[in-house]
């Protein structure tokens, strides 16, 4: 065993795990040629990490329901292509391709910040902000003044401080939501809160409806949950409320997850003629309707939306569950989200809660206490930094990109940009190797080998990174070698 196989043999994925990463239909249909090419996506997604073990060939034949021959197939085409690498006795390992870099949540982990020429690197798979860092300042200031009164508690808070579930109840009720604290679950972010409710109200095999391109965390979760997906397309003029409507008739889905505030990635923003529409439907099938708000108050172009569920009629909201965070207008690094929901409901969710984490930390819900007091003064001016960097963006795009396309949204944090042809995964590999990470359009798509033509690029870097990384794109795109779909490959040819 080589020195690499020995640091990680530790490391390995299971078989049903393997398999509940793998769109619905390679699992339906595995053919070795759709597996290898799925397998591959994990791995420059960074949903599989590098140098982790894959399942023998027969343990997941099994898992996928394929023949041996298939899963043989599939490991040979990754060998062949550079993506795993076997040996006798030690198994199947995964890595990358010399000049490839990783994609996704593994370049955030182990890119290290630099890029292959050892400079800085540039960072936009993550679209989020840096914390404003006066507010912060004051804010943890704040809470360490409270904290030696919290230390003198055990600390444990299920549902989260009640001064803070009766802040964030407060914000909703000012944004034309009224909302008591027992209907306030604080969370370690809106992904935790998330999980906690696909888990409570969903089990394997489910149907959800969840639109599509959406939040590519939020599919990994329903996959990882071995939820079936049904898409709702949005595309860059919103929503087609018809077929929405047709799609939730048609399969009477447990739960619909939506984004219509500044929606991740397209920046689309619902109207609030289809938002009834999504209530009165949703309503209909019984379906529980999960609303994502954590753009919500990033409105650069228009006031910023009352909540989805307050357009209900009264007692109408039952079936709504509202999940949000401070990550967006705040600070990712601060892992302080919450669920909106009926108070029967917070209970239920609290109580799936304990037997995960018990608790969320008690000093991160001080510092949020206080930023949630100042809001209203922070916000404004991060939005207008917003508004300057968005510009800088499209000002980079036109000068060195002028055959992309894209649509300026209202709010939010990202353009959806239409690169012309279906070249996004190989563009974002070679972008990985001049130091710029960037998530390809098909992370986002319920389907593989959509979105293809996309990327998702942030403005929420500073002028002068975000001019530099378009450049450094604009090069990768225009380097004399084309660039090839992965469906176009030829070593997936067999």
């Known amino acids: 065993m080589n020195r690499q196989v020995a640091r990680t043999a530790d ?55 394929a023949s041996r021959a298939t899963v043989t197939g599939a490991y040979d085409l990754l060998r062949e292509s ?190 609030e003629e289809q938002r009834l529409r999504l209530l009165a439907a949703t309503r209909r099938t019984g379906t529980w309707l999960v609303v994502d708000e954590t753009m919500a108050e990033i409105a650069l172009d228009v006031p910023a939306p009352a909540p989805l569920a307050s357009l209900a009629p009264r007692g109408g909201t039952d079936h709504v569950v509202t999940i949000g965070s401070l990550s967006k207008t705040h600070w990712g ?23 995960a984490d018990m608790t969320g930390s008690v000093l991160d819900q001080l510092v949020a206490l206080h930023l949630l007091a100042g809001m209203d003064r922070t916000l404004p001016a991060r939005l207008d930094l917003l508004r300057d960097r968005r510009a800088a963006l499209t000002d980079s795009l036109r000068q060195h990109t002028p055959g992309w396309s894209w649509r300026i949204p209202p709010g939010g944090l990202s353009l959806w940009v239409d690169l012309g042809e279906p070249v996004s995964s190989a563009l974002a590999e070679r972008a990985a190797a001049a130091g710029v990470h960037i998530t390809r359009g098909a992370r986002f798509g319920v389907d593989p080998g959509t979105f293809e033509h996309r990327l998702r690029i942030p403005y929420t870097l500073p002028a002068d990174r975000l001019d530099e990384a378009v450049r450094r794109l604009a090069a990768a795109f225009h380097d004399g070698v084309p660039l090839r779909s992965p469906v176009d490959r030829p070593h997936w040819v067999a």
């Open 82 to 271: 550079g993506y795993v690498r076997s040996r006798r006795g030690a198994g199947t390992w995964t890595e990358l391709p010399d000049g490839h870099g990783p994609v996704g949540a593994h370049a955030l982990v182990g890119a290290g910040g630099h890029d292959a020429d050892g400079g800085t690197g540039i960072d936009l798979a993550i679209a989020a902000m840096g914390a404003p860092e006066g507010a912060l300042a004051d804010a943890l200031a704040q809470a360490a003044l409270q904290l030696p009164e919290a230390a003198r508690t055990p600390g444990y808070h299920p549902y989260g401080l009640p001064d803070l579930r009766t802040a964030v109840a407060e914000r909703f009720t000012r944004r034309g939501l009224p909302t008591r604290p027992e209907q306030i679950l604080v969370t370690s972010g809106a992904q935790h809160a998330f999980t906690l409710v696909t888990a409570l109200l969903c089990q394997a095999g489910d149907r959800v409806v969840t639109e599509n391109p959406t939040y590519a965390n939020a599919l990994d979760a329903l996959r990882r949950a071995r939820l079936r997906t049904a898409p709702i397309a949005v595309s860059d003029t919103g929503w087609d409320m018809e077929i929405a409507e047709s799609t939730l008739h048609q399969t009477v889905p447990r739960l619909a997850y939506v984004i219509p505030d500044f929606h991740n990635p397209t920046g689309a923003l619902m109207p």
């Open 333 to 355: 690094g601060l892992r302080v989200g919450w669920v909106r929901a009926a108070a029967k409901m917070i209970t239920e969710l609290t109580a799936a809660r304990v037997s």
């Open 11 to 65: 490391r390995t994925i299971a078989s049903r795990q393997l398999a509940a990463l793998l769109p619905a239909d390679v699992r339906a249909r595995p053919g070795y040629r759709s597996l290898a090419e799925a397998v591959r996506t994990l791995i420059l997604d960074g949903r599989i990490a590098l140098h982790v073990r894959l399942p023998a060939e027969r343990e997941l034949a099994e898992a996928v329901g």
